[in-house]
């Protein structure tokens, strides 16, 4: 398996510009992440979902943030308008029922916000 | 609600000598414990949990970790250390019991740099 993808790998946009980032899980896999991790605050959960429902969204930062999962195989988390502040590196994970509490991560996609 | 504590944000060692790398959290409830390593520019890759059973448990790539539930600690430990294992370590829990909350809280993370 190709293992959890993410694009993009980099993005730098302009403060106020809508940002999408991108996921796709391990095939078969129920549960899907979205992580941020910055030096100040460390790695947050922001969302998760099981069956592409949204079950504890708690860490969403605000109403900028929104997370979709149209199907099982994709998933994507927009921020709109995006603030520098937002600059991060944002991780998406995905995780088997099957195989509760390991977590598989991508590769990461890393956000600049000027 | 959940938090960790990572003692040491930085663990410099040479090649071959022993590691700890230490972990304490504190929670209200029972907890699950996780380590997760990050290599340069990668996601995080499960080292090892402990879900129950044997409060010693083995991971990948020769590490270890004890659970020590009256010190609420999770350290981990490897007995040789390679160039190789160089990399940030997060420790991580999520409550125990029923119903699917699998929100893991982290560490901020200990970078250990394994030097020749």
């Known amino acids: 398996d190709a293992g959890v993808i993410q694009s993009p790998r980099h993005e730098v946009t302009e403060m106020g510009q809508e940002v999408t980032l991108r996921c796709k899980p391990i095939?078969?896999?129920?549960?899907l992440f979205w992580y941020r991790q910055t030096m100040m605050r460390g790695l947050e959960l922001l969302i998760y979902?099981?069956?592409?429902?949204?079950?504890?969204d708690s860490g969403m930062p605000e109403d900028r943030f929104s997370a979709k999962m149209p199907n099982a195989s994709f998933s994507t988390l927009k921020i709109q308008p995006s603030e520098p502040r937002d600059s991060a590196v944002y991780f998406c994970?995905?995780?088997?029922?099957?195989?509760?509490?390991?977590?598989?991560f991508g590769p990461g996609t890393r956000l600049t916000v000027l | 609600a959940q938090s960790v504590t990572q003692l040491d944000s930085q663990v410099p060692v040479f090649e071959e000598a022993p590691v700890e790398l230490r972990c304490n959290y504190s929670?209200?409830?029972?907890?699950?414990l996780f380590w997760y390593v990050q290599y340069p520019n990668q996601g995080l890759q499960l080292l090892l949990k402990?879900?129950?059973?044997?409060?010693l448990v083995k991971g990948i790539n020769g590490f270890e970790a004890e659970f020590n539930k009256s010190q609420t600690s999770f350290h981990l430990r490897k007995p040789s250390v390679h160039i190789s294992d160089t990399a940030e370590y997060f420790c991580?829990?999520?409550?125990?019991?029923?119903?699917?909350?699998?929100?893991?809280?982290f560490g901020k993370g200990t970078l250990l740099t394994v030097n020749p």
């Open positions: 095939s078969g896999h129920d549960y």
């Open positions: 402990y879900l129950s059973g044997s409060t």
């Open positions: 991580a829990v999520r409550p125990r019991g029923g119903g699917s909350n699998y929100k893991l809280t």
């Open positions: 979902f099981n069956n592409n429902v949204p079950i504890d």
């Open positions: 929670s209200s409830v029972s907890v699950y």
């Open positions: 994970a995905s995780m088997s029922s099957g195989e509760r509490d390991t977590q598989y």
